[in-house]
C-alpha cells in the first residue's frame, strides 16, 4: 500500500504549493487533447532547485496518482542522504532509486524498471543544480546528461512531458537556509510522442550518435524555450 501514502503525500505537497506559491503554466502551442494520458516520460529541465516537488502544485491529480502507482524517480546518491530532504525525495514515486555519478549497476536498476508498460519515469536530465552563478558546483556549465537517451531507447511507445522550468532560485537557491514564500513559479509545458522523437533523431545513427543528438536537442529546446 505503499503507493496510497506516496499519493497522499503529494497531494499534500500540491496542497501547501498552492497555497504558499502562484503558477504560471503555458503550453509550447496549443494545449493537447487528453494531455496527460499515456505519459511515459516526465524530464525537467532547467534544475535549480530541490524545492522542485512544489511543481505538484501545477499538476492534475491523474498525474500524481500515476507517480503514486507507477513513477521510477532516478535521485542522486547524496540528495537520498540528505537527511530532511532525501525523506522527502523517497516518497515522491513509487520507485525512488538511488543513483550514482557513474554508468554502473544504480543506472541499470533505473533502466530495469522502465520495461514495465505503465512506468512513468522521472527525470532532470541535467543531472546536477543549477548555482547563480548559472554554473554547476564546480563552475562547469549546465549540461543535458545522456541517460534521457538510454530511457528513450527502452520506451518503445508513449509520450514524453517536458516541463521547461523558470527556475527556482528566487525561491530557494542552493546553500540558502529557508525559502521565500508567495513568489511565482513559471513553467512551460511540451508534450511529445515517444516514438516520433525517437525516430526523428535515430534515423540509422548509432545509440551513441542518437545521444548526442537528443542532448543537443533538449539543450537547444532548455536554452529557447524555458520562460
Not at 11 to 30: C, E, P
Not at 87 to 98: G, I, L, M
Not at 199 to 222: C, M, W, Y
Request: proline share 5%; net charge positive; hydrophobic share 45%.
Amino acid at each position: 500500500m505503499r503507493y496510497v501514502f506516496v499519493f497522499l503525500f503529494l497531494l499534500a505537497v500540491k496542497l501547501v504549493s498552492k497555497v504558499f506559491f502562484r503558477f504560471t503554466v503555458q503550453w509550447v502551442g496549443r494545449e493537447p487533447e487528453r494531455a496527460w494520458d499515456g505519459m511515459r516520460v516526465l524530464a525537467i529541465l532547467n534544475h535549480t532547485s530541490l524545492y522542485e516537488p512544489i511543481f505538484a502544485g501545477a499538476a492534475p491529480n491523474g498525474l500524481l496518482w500515476q507517480m503514486a502507482r507507477h513513477g521510477v524517480l532516478p535521485v542522486a546518491q547524496k540528495t537520498v542522504e540528505r537527511p530532511l530532504v532525501g525523506r522527502v525525495f523517497r516518497v515522491v514515486a513509487n520507485q525512488v532509486v538511488s543513483v550514482t555519478r557513474e554508468r554502473d549497476q544504480t543506472w541499470n536498476d533505473v533502466l530495469e524498471r522502465i520495461s514495465d508498460p505503465d512506468a512513468l519515469v522521472v527525470i532532470l536530465p541535467e543531472g546536477r543544480m543549477k548555482r547563480t552563478t548559472g554554473l554547476d558546483l564546480h563552475g562547469r556549465p549546465m549540461t543535458i546528461r545522456g541517460g534521457i537517451a538510454d530511457i528513450l531507447l527502452g520506451t518503445e511507445d508513449g509520450r514524453m512531458l517536458l516541463v521547461y522550468s523558470g527556475g527556482l532560485h528566487h525561491i530557494h537557491a542552493p546553500g540558502d537556509r529557508f525559502p521565500r514564500l508567495f513568489k511565482k513559479v513559471r513553467l512551460r509545458l511540451e508534450l511529445l510522442d515517444i516514438r516520433e522523437y525517437r525516430g526523428s533523431l535515430l534515423n540509422g545513427r548509432s545509440p551513441e550518435e542518437f545521444k548526442a543528438q537528443v542532448i543537443d536537442d533538449l539543450t537547444h529546446r532548455r536554452d529557447t524555450l524555458c520562460p
